[in-house]
C-alpha cells in the first residue's frame, strides 16, 4: 500500500527504477488559470414557418388560447432536409465566421440535443465531421432545455483549466418529429432550429464568470420523450414522442429560474443591478414574466423572443443570445445571465461578460482570406470523408476479416469446432 507520503514501499522511499537511479514520481501541475471568452454566434432555423392560425386547421386549438397562455405566436418546423446535424454545423459555421476561427482550431465539440438522428453517433460527431475539425473531440450532452448552459459551463471549465483553448457549444432541435398531434397542450408549444457558440480561451480578464447546475430526478416523469431503453410505456405515452405535465412543469420554472438567478449571481459575486440582460430558456412568456415578477426586476430586463420560435428546447438560448445581439440588447462587456430549466428534471444558469475580449483586426483581407480557408476547410472535410470510407474498405480487403473462429485466449489458435457459448447450468 502507498505511504501517506506516496512512497510505494511504505518506508518514505520510492523503489528504485529499473536501472538503479531513484524514482522520481511525476506531480501533476496544473496549467495556470485561463478565461473563456465568446467570441463567436451564429444560427440557423428551418424556412417553414407555421402560425397559430396554420395549427387550427390540425389541432382542436385557437390562436387567441395559445397566445394568451403562452405568448407564441409562430414557430419554425424543419423540412425534410433539415436536421439537428445539418442545422447544427450550419449555426456552427455562422459562429466560426463571427469569431473568424478556423474549424482546425477547434478542441472541442458538445451539442446539447433531446432530438438526435441517433442515440449514437452523436450529432457533434457528425457536425465535426462537416467542419473538417480534426483536432476536436466531440460528444452529445442530454440535459433538455438545460442542456446549452450545461454544456457552457462543461467547455468553459475545461478552457479555464487549460486543457484545451477553443470550443464549440451548440444547442439544436428537431421537436417538431417528436410531437404528439393528440395532445394539444404540447403540440403547440415547440419549435425547431439551432444556435452555436464558440469560446476561446485567453489570459485577459473576462468572458465566462461562473454557473450552477441542478437536477432533481425525483420529477423524471414530469417531461420526456420514451426511447429504446424504455422497456415498457406509462399509459398514455407513445416511444419518441414528448409527454409534459405542463401546470407542474410551470411551476417548477418559475421557482427555479428565481432561485437558480439568485445563486448564480452570489457566486459570480453580482447583484441583480449589475445584470444587463437575463437570456432564459424560452418556453412561455407567462413564466418569464412571473419569475420576472419574484426577482422584483422588470420584465424588459428579460429577454424574450419566444413569440417568434416557440420553445426550441436546448437551441432556444444560443437563438435568443444571437438575436438580443443583433437588436442591440447585447453589447461588448455587458453582464448577461442565461438560464435554463428542462427535463430531467434539471437547471442550470451562468453570468457571462458578453463580447469581452479584444476584438481581432477589423474584417478585412485578412478575413476574407481566413473565410476562404474555412470554406476550403469545409469542401476538404466532405473530400475527406469519402476518402476515409473507402480508405477502410480496402483496408478490409487487404487485412482480411478477422479469423472465423479466432480463440478470444492468447497463443491457443483455434482448432476443430469452435467453442460452444457457456449453457445456463440450472
Ligand atoms: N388549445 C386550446 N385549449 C387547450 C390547449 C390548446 N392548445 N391546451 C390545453 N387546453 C385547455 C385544456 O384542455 C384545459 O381545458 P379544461 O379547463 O376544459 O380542462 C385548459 O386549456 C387549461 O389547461 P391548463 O393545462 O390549465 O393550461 P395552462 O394555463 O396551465 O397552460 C401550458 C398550459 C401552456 C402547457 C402551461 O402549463 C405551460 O406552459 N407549462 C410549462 C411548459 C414548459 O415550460 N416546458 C418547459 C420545459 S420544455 C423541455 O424541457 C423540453
Known sequence: MAASDGSLNGNGAHPPARDGRPHTPHIWQPRHMRYAHLTGWGIRVPDRVVTNVDLEAVVDTTDDWIRTRTGIQERRFASERDSVTQMGFEAARAALNRADVLPNDIDMIIVATSTPED????????????????????????????????????????????????????????????????DRSTCVLFGD?????????????????????????????????????????????????LHMDGREVFRFAVHIITESVRDVLEKANLSLADVD???????????????????????????????????????????????????????????????????????AAAALQWQSMQEKAPKGLAYRLSQGRRELQYIGAFWRARAMKTYRRVEAALRGSPAKHANLREGTPPKGKPEEAPRDKR
Open 277 to 347: 440582460l437575463i437570456v432564459p430558456h424560452q418556453a412561455n412568456q407567462r413564466i418569464l414574466s412571473a419569475a420576472a415578477r419574484n426577482l422584483n426586476v422588470s420584465e424588459a430586463l428579460f429577454y424574450s423572443n419566444v413569440h417568434r420560435y416557440g420553445n426550441t428546447s436546448a437551441a432556444s438560448i444560443p437563438i435568443a443570445l444571437y438575436e438580443a445581439e443583433r437588436e442591440g440588447r447585447l453589447k461588448p462587456n455587458d453582464n448577461v445571465v442565461v438560464v435554463g430549466f428542462g427535463g430531467g428534471l434539471t437547471w
Open 193 to 241: 432550429g439551432a444556435g452555436a457558440v464558440l469560446l476561446e480561451g485567453s489570459d485577459q480578464a473576462g468572458g465566462f464568470m461562473d454557473a450552477v447546475l441542478g437536477s432533481d430526478g425525483s420529477g423524471a416523469e414530469l417531461l420526456g420523450i420514451p426511447t429504446v431503453g424504455t422497456a415498457t410505456l406509462a399509459e398514455g405515452r407513445q416511444m419518441h414522442k
Open 119 to 182: 442515440i449514437y453517433p452523436s450529432s457533434a460527431s457528425k457536425i465535426q465531421n462537416l467542419l473538417g475539425a480534426t483536432r476536436a473531440g466531440a460528444f452529445d450532452l442530454s440535459a433538455a432545455c438545460s442542456g446549452f448552459v450545461y454544456g457552457l459551463n462543461m467547455a468553459a471549465q475545461a478552457i479555464r483549466s487549460g486543457s484545451i483553448n477553443t470550443a464549440l457549444v451548440i444547442g439544436s432541435e428537431v421537436n417538431s418529429r417528436v410531437l404528439d398531434w393528440n
